[in-house]
């Protein structure tokens, strides 16, 4: 214990180096950018992670291919992959399928292959069913009943590079610097108490949901539970995969609002529940009744992303850091203001959110581009406060 002690603080001193950096920037009128800017801010962040997992999530990557289901999957042996292409060629249409292009890194040993493939789903489906649906289905299908693979990407013009390594060594393998697309997040891992793998690393992704998250759900086992009543299997070893999921099934299966979907994430302390009115207090309870067991306990702030949209959100007390920056059309999250100041040193505003109150960044052809919500009330009312 003494040893290990030695080796996690050197110094001797009483801080825990044990926080995940996370980053994510979101052009709001839709411009593609390179991903030069966000292999920077997060390197900047380096002392944040241990080099046990590094990624990122890019939208607007597959411009020729939008109307295509992208799946990045990765290969730990010739027969995984023969299998996987197998099952592909029965239930898809396959328009194109390549191996994604990497250099050679001396930070990144034995590495697994990396495939990607354009789908359709075409006729295959069931008449009753949605092409997600169905694209879900088959990724479950695939990382739970086929070995040596995983799919660890499957939206439309967009993807995750993600694997072991420090951030940065993973954008230098993965070529990243010769991407755009109008929105990334990023993620250095420091894991605690789940293993350091190429699977494991972040960002978690299903359809063209992702997910970067700095901290620990201690809910994971109950929050695991309840999504597998609904189809969804948990195969990454590592606690946020269930934010993905949890995310899929409120916003895009229940077809619940991000600002209400965050209060049962992050659900109000029922002190504070008892102050509102009777007409909101009656909302809380019912979202408590329902969705009780997708609360996530624990410190932990989370940058979700999917088409169109870039999320932050934080456990109610703010226990894990979430710094928003705004330059023009511009919208920046990260752990530190100080990786947002490298890329963009002249900010129109910066601030530090309210614990449980979401940050979201839409595109512009929505009324608000950024904001935060102050209140939800139990038919869905917002107090709108916009950054222009």
Excluded at 186 to 204: D, E, K, Q, S, V
Excluded at 306 to 328: F, Y
Excluded at 343 to 362: F, H, S, T, Y
């Amino acid at each position: 214990m003494e040893k290990l002690n030695r080796v996690q603080n050197p110094y001797q001193d009483d801080k825990i180096v044990d926080a995940c950096s996370i980053f994510g920037a979101m052009d709001t009128s839709g411009k593609r950018f390179s991903g030069e800017s966000i292999i920077r801010a997060i390197a900047n962040m380096h002392a944040r992670s241990n080099g046990l997992g590094g990624g990122f999530a890019v939208y607007g990557l597959y411009p020729h291919y939008a109307d295509l289901y992208a799946f990045h999957i990765m290969y730990i042996s010739p027969k995984g992959k023969k299998e996987v292409e197998a099952f592909l060629k029965d239930h898809f249409d396959t328009v194109r399928a390549e191996i994604v292009p990497t250099r050679a890194t001396p930070a990144i040993t034995n590495p697994p292959l990396v495939w990607r493939y354009f789908l359709e789903v075409g006729k295959h489906r069931l008449e009753d069913q949605s092409e997600d649906d169905y694209v879900v289905d088959q990724v479950m299908e695939i990382n739970t009943k086929i070995r040596d693979c995983f799919v660890f990407s499957s939206g439309k013009n967009m993807a995750v590079f993600k694997g072991v390594g420090y951030p940065e060594e993973i954008a230098n393998y993965f070529k990243l610097e010769e991407y755009e697309g109008y929105l990334w997040t990023a993620h250095g891992r420091f894991p605690t108490n789940t293993p350091g793998w190429w699977g494991g690393a972040h960002p978690f992704s299903l359809l063209d949901w992702t997910a970067v998250h700095n901290g620990e759900i201690s809910s994971y086992g109950i929050n695991r539970r309840y999504l597998e009543q609904f189809g969804y299997h948990c195969t990454m070893q590592t606690d946020t995969e269930v934010v993905v999921y949890a995310v899929d099934l409120l916003i895009r299966k229940h077809n619940l609002p991000i600002e209400i979907a965050a209060k049962i994430l992050a659900s109000p302390f029922w002190l504070d529940i008892e102050r509102e009115s009777p007409r909101e207090q009656n909302l809380y309870r019912t979202l408590r009744q329902v969705y009780g067991s997708l609360l996530l306990n624990g410190p932990f702030t989370v940058i979700i992303a999917h088409q169109g949209e870039l999320i932050g959100l934080t456990d109610r007390i703010r226990l894990r850091p979430l710094t928003v920056g705004v330059k023009g059309d511009r919208l920046y999250l990260s752990s530190e203001e100080a990786s947002i100041r490298l890329i963009c040193p002249d900010l129109d505003k910066a601030w530090i959110p309210v614990g449980g109150e979401p940050i979201i960044g839409r595109l512009k052809t929505s009324p608000q581009r950024i904001m935060v919500r102050r209140k939800v009330t139990a038919d869905v009312d917002q107090e709108n406060y916009s950054v222009p």
